[in-house]
């Protein structure tokens, strides 16, 4: 799933003080999963924004709405009639979201109230990670799905590094050495010999290094 | 012999070969590194000049290297992959042994969140194992990456880094073993502290045939103070400094501290000497170039004869 | 914007019996800005509904769960003091006082111990003055 976080709401604040109306939009899917702009969050960035306009003794029209992908033309639509009404709409949807809604409704400002950060799992309820940096081509069966682009802060291919200790990252304790789970798992399977092969540079040109990405399938088109 | 370089025919002859770091200053001022670079002129068959280290912006590597040529010094260059991707990195490799560098140690480096420039992008394209191998390849194949072939390929006598004390422990000397099939020449080891862990990593080197392969330079750092050597111990990555050692500088009056440092690295310098598969040291001494000739001296280590350096 | 009232809204666990001897009505007569709100358990709060609460116009808002040991949903009532801590958290970023949402574990129930935190709480509140105005935090 994409992993999000909300925005300081000082930050959301300057960005939307110039419209008078605002439609705050959550998307119920990854980033509901996340914590971050589910419909729960939009009530609450909802409610903020009225009580911090009511603080200041501003006036403001704030409404709300939640569809289930804010990346899909189809659940797009589920807005249609409420964003004419508006000034402007604030997405909780990650940074694809914010950019199909704009993509779709052109004449009307859409502002990010999200950070978007990264494609991860949700590891215990409240613990998000990062697992996985869509490089293009997976060679996680390489790696006793581990991935050490994703999970090792140096993108080494031929780790551990020599900051690696107790497991745990050089950079953070808090992060665990991708080396070490790769190497603990390779060993708990039984498959430790793939690590003794040298690995050639990676191919960065099927990831965003080749520019922006697109699938297209013409089985799947209309 | 495979290159030109000096440090090779140092190596090559068998004697117990002495490097020494210069670290380029913070700036562009080329006097403080010649300062430094005479201090160490005469005493060492090598010198490495670091590369942006600890992900702090410093004066080029390559145009330090450069400089310390000049004084009659032999350069290894220090490379990272922190900072450069493979185009810039395989240019500066051209661009360094036109200028008369013979040697390269190629690094992953340290991650830019330690440094001065925590907001930079991490480039790491390529990873110290495969700047190795493209290093190697240059010379043996006259390729780059990708196979195209070039007009004058380097020569380098090329040289990886290895941390003995990094975790899984176990895990160390195989990726020794990697490095060395990749086209290591010559290892520098990481800063030794805990010489019983460095002694079972060289039996386990000389086990699988390594040091017949490559020459293992044994890192050596003098500790100035106990604050340093708490330092170390706690905030640098991959250090592993035993408690005895921290409580033998502590219990040393402070004045007399940086004394003791030097003389645990000089103990150090001679416990290393006798351990079979080791060709030398690599003497780090971080922003205290000028105590190398001292050390050296009361390690029983001579200084190098004119000409080899 | 709902204008803002004297309202204060209390939700309350249903398993707490506020009133086991009866005389809810009688009370509530008593306590005319009193919104009392029986949710089945205090861990089925949520930061929105405190926040929505406050935006819908109240100018506090009280949740009253069971003893941390008690609840019949075993999580529940340590569930709900993190929710309200979240919702204060949130109060105190927009720059209004945290103690317009409190969080009481009330054990054991009785009309006396019931009043007693309900006026402490409306003097807290009547310190703080009417929400909108501004806030000293």
């Known amino acids: ?222 | 012999m495979k290159t030109e370089s000096l440090l090779e025919k140092a190596l090559e002859s068998g004697k117990f070969v002495v490097t020494a770091e210069c670290g380029p200053p913070k700036g562009a001022d080329k006097e403080i590194l010649i300062k430094k670079g005479k201090s160490l002129l005469g005493w060492i068959d090598a010198v490495n000049v670091t590369d942006n280290q600890t992900a702090i912006v410093r004066m080029s590597s390559v145009a330090a290297c450069s400089i310390l040529k000049q004084l009659g010094h032999e350069p290894i260059l220090q490379m990272v992959t922190r900072d450069r991707n493979r185009i810039a990195l395989q240019s500066d490799l051209f661009g360094a042994y036109a200028l008369g560098v013979r040697n390269v140690l190629c690094l992953t480096g340290d991650h830019q969140s330690f440094g001065n420039q925590k907001e930079a992008a991490g480039v790491f394209d390529l990873d110290s194992v495969q700047l190795l191998k493209t290093a190697h390849d240059m010379r043996e194949s006259g390729i780059i990456i990708g196979g195209e072939a070039i007009q004058g390929p380097p020569q380098l006598f090329v040289g990886a880094a290895e941390n003995p004390f990094a975790d899984p422990l176990d895990w160390r000397v195989i990726r020794l073993g990697k490095k060395v099939r990749a086209g290591a020449d010559f290892i520098q080891t990481q800063c030794i502290y805990n010489l019983a862990r460095f002694e079972t990593f060289m039996a386990q080197a000389r086990d699988m045939g390594l040091t017949e392969k490559t020459y293992i330079l044994a890192g050596v750092t003098p500790l100035k103070t106990v604050g340093m050597a708490r330092y170390m111990a706690t905030k640098v990555a991959g250090m592993d400094i035993p408690e005895e050692l921290i409580s033998r500088m502590a219990k040393t009056p402070k004045e007399k501290q940086a004394e003791e440092g030097i003389k645990i690295a000089v103990e150090t310098i001679r416990r290393v000497k006798e351990i079979p598969g080791v060709a030398g040291i690599h003497l780090m001494a971080i922003e205290w170039e000028h105590m190398v000739p001292e050390i050296l001296q009361a390690a029983g280590i001579g200084n190098r004869p004119a000409g080899v350096a | 914007m709902d204008i803002p009232s004297n309202k204060i809204v209390v939700f309350h666990c249903c398993n707490l019996r506020l009133f086991p001897e009866g005389g809810q009505k009688e009370f509530l007569k008593a306590w005319p800005d009193l919104n009392l709100v029986s949710i089945p358990c205090s861990g089925k709060i949520e930061a929105h509904f405190l926040l929505k609460t406050l935006a819908s116009g109240a100018r506090g808002a009280l949740v009253l769960a069971c003893a941390e040991q008690a609840c019949q949903y075993l999580e529940g009532s340590m569930r709900s003091r993190k929710r309200v801590d979240y919702a204060r958290y949130w109060l105190e970023k927009i720059g209004i006082a945290p103690e317009r949402i409190e969080f009481v574990r009330i054990w054991p129930v009785s009309k006396q111990a019931l009043e007693a935190l309900l006026k402490e709480f409306v003097l807290k509140l009547e310190s703080l003055g009417a929400l909108g105005a501004p806030e000293k935090v």
């Open chain 1, 1 to 222: 799933m994409i992993v999000a976080e909300l925005k300081e709401i000082d930050e959301i604040r300057k960005m939307i003080d110039r419209y008078s109306s605002i439609l705050v939009v959550g998307c119920d899917s990854c980033v509901a999963e996340c914590a971050a702009g589910g419909a729960r969050e939009t009530q609450l960035l909802a409610a903020a924004l009225k009580l911090s306009y009511l603080k200041d003794g501003q006036k403001r029209i704030i409404s709300e709405a939640c569809i289930d992908r804010q990346c899909v033309d189809d659940f797009i639509d589920g807005i249609a009639e409420k964003v004419p009404e508006h000034e402007v709409v604030l997405s909780l949807g990650c940074g694809a979201g914010v950019q199909a809604l704009a993509r779709v409704y052109t004449d009307k400002p859409i502002i990010p109230a999200l950070n978007t950060l990264f494609i991860g799992e949700t590891q215990m309820r409240g613990v998000w990670v990062e697992n996985c940096l869509g490089c293009g081509q997976c060679k996680l069966g390489y790696f006793g799905a581990v991935c050490p682009v994703a999970r090792c802060s140096k993108k080494l291919m031929n780790g551990p590094c020599g900051g690696s200790k107790g497991g745990r990252c050089e950079i953070d304790p808090e992060i665990p050495c991708g080396w070490d789970l790769i190497i603990r798992r390779l060993e708990a399977i039984g498959e430790l010999d793939r690590l003794g092969e040298y690995v050639p540079p990676v191919n960065w040109s099927t990831s965003h290094s080749g520019g922006p990405r697109r699938v297209i399938r013409e089985d799947q088109k209309p």
